[in-house]
């Protein structure tokens, strides 16, 4: 068969597999509504700007003459830096977001459709609410600006996403301020919540009007107290001195009183930790940098426990399963590390930039290319190896090898060979002494 690139790639067929959430038509369709595609006939389509841009940065480049390089070899056309650097500007940006949310859609609909229900199942799914800071050139600290240290301004941005452990897709990814706390981002999640579900999340999310809405609306929660909020006996509505209560029994599993204004009727669970995680948790509050924290005897006598604020009732999870679903929060945390260490998300951003919308453009390209990896190809391998059942993909091994191959993946079309590498490179370590994170979640799942 003949083709059009002078690498010898079939670029009609050949990557359909990896790249069927990305056809031509809804691309140009959306293309030509934010303005990026403005003639018929574009020297650069928005499809292979994007698919050129996924396979630069699969060997961990980012420059505009090798970006150029592989929409070349993508399309048979020769292609210039100049032609790439010329496309970074504001409608990209647009056209590159709208993609990504209509990608996220497309994903979630999908998802629903071949969602099984288990009759055991105690959540319709689980949920994982959190957001990572992503590190950017002190360059760009005027277009992004961060935190200061020793009085010279930074650069960062945030990522904000929910995303559903139970389908392993994302509701949504959201680009913040740095200065967006997770407090006041707190009721973003609501709108991608429906009854029976169950959100997981950091004490910093825990607003209490937030947490007043997600009541209302029946979805259960599972969340960290933080220092700030206070607790009310449910008959006497005094405040309860939880470090008194604990030295008379190290375990509390009891309903109170959340809040000095609203007192929202919930669920408290303290357990305590062990003494290594008491200790270390102890160390990094002294080495806290801001002295406006508290940190006063009690609250140092409060590390020594996990408090949980709940609407779940006892009836449904014991205390000890509160604390297990809750520790299902470490894959957002695993998902945050792959982006970093395996995408190498922080270090492809060029240092020096003066152009707003290459940054942005880079950072909604490189969400589209983890979202693909998570909602397609990763979802896909997935579901083939699961006859295996001794067999469980390991996100981060499955992240370094998408990155390390994505080219031939593109380019080659060998399904046997592809998944017996996947058996032995991408998958956890059969071990009898302790369960792997798949086989922590299907326990609690069932």
């Avoid at 650069?44 to 961990?60: P, Q, V, W």
Wanted: aromatic share 8%.
């Amino acid at each position: 068969m003949k083709t059009n690139s002078h690498s010898g790639i079939k670029s009609q067929c050949k990557g359909k597999t990896v790249f069927r959430e990305f056809t031509k038509k809804g691309i140009n369709k959306l293309a030509q509504q934010c303005g990026y595609k403005k003639r018929n006939r574009g020297k650069i389509k928005a499809r292979n700007l994007i698919i050129g841009f996924m396979m630069m940065i699969s060997k961990k480049i980012n420059t505009y003459e090798a970006w150029a390089s592989e929409v070349s070899a993508l399309t048979g056309k020769a292609v210039t830096r100049q032609a790439i650097e010329n496309r970074m500007k504001p409608e990209t940006t647009t056209m590159l977001k709208m993609i990504l949310d209509e990608k996220l859609r497309e994903s979630l609909n999908q998802k629903k459709m071949e969602r099984v229900k288990e009759s055991a199942a105690k959540f319709k799914s689980i949920k994982l609410e959190d957001s990572t800071i992503l590190n950017l050139p002190k360059e760009l600290s005027e277009v992004f600006p961060g935190n200061v240290s020793q009085g010279e301004k930074g650069s960062q941005a945030k990522i904000h996403t929910l995303y559903n452990y139970t389908e392993n897709t994302f509701s949504f990814l959201q680009l913040c301020n740095y200065t967006d706390n997770d407090q006041s981002l707190a009721s973003t999640a609501l709108p991608y919540l429906n009854e029976g579900d169950l959100l997981i999340r950091d004490m910093g999310f825990l607003v209490l009007n937030a947490l007043e809405k997600l009541n209302l609306k029946g979805v259960y929660s599972i969340s960290r107290k933080n220092s700030q909020i206070k607790l009310y006996d449910i008959y006497t509505e005094k405040e309860i001195d939880l470090v008194k209560e604990l030295r008379k029994k190290h375990c509390i599993d009891k309903i109170v009183l959340v809040g000095k204004s609203k007192k929202l009727k919930m669920r408290l669970v303290i357990l305590p930790v062990s003494s290594e995680q008491a200790a270390e948790r102890r160390r990094k509050a002294k080495k806290d940098r801001d002295k406006r924290l508290n940190h006063n005897k009690e609250y140092y006598e409060l590390l020594g426990y996990t408090i949980f604020i709940t609407n779940i009732p006892e009836t449904l999870c014991k205390a000890k399963e509160i604390s297990e679903l809750y520790g299902l929060r470490w894959r957002i945390e695993i998902i945050f590390k792959s982006w970093k260490s395996c995408f190498s998300l922080e270090k492809l951003v060029p240092s020096k930039c003066e152009n707003p919308a290459r940054i942005y453009s880079l950072i909604y390209l490189m969400l589209l290319y983890i979202l693909l990896f998570h909602a397609v190809w990763y979802k896909v391998y997935q579901s083939k190896l699961k006859r295996h059942i001794e067999l469980k993909l390991s996100l981060l091994k499955m992240s370094k090898f998408f990155i390390q191959h994505f080219y031939l993946l593109v380019i080659l079309d060998k399904e046997n060979k592809l998944r017996k590498q996947l058996k032995s490179q991408c998958c956890y370590d059969i071990r009898n002494d302790r369960l792997n994170a798949m086989e922590k979640y299907e326990k609690m799942a069932a």
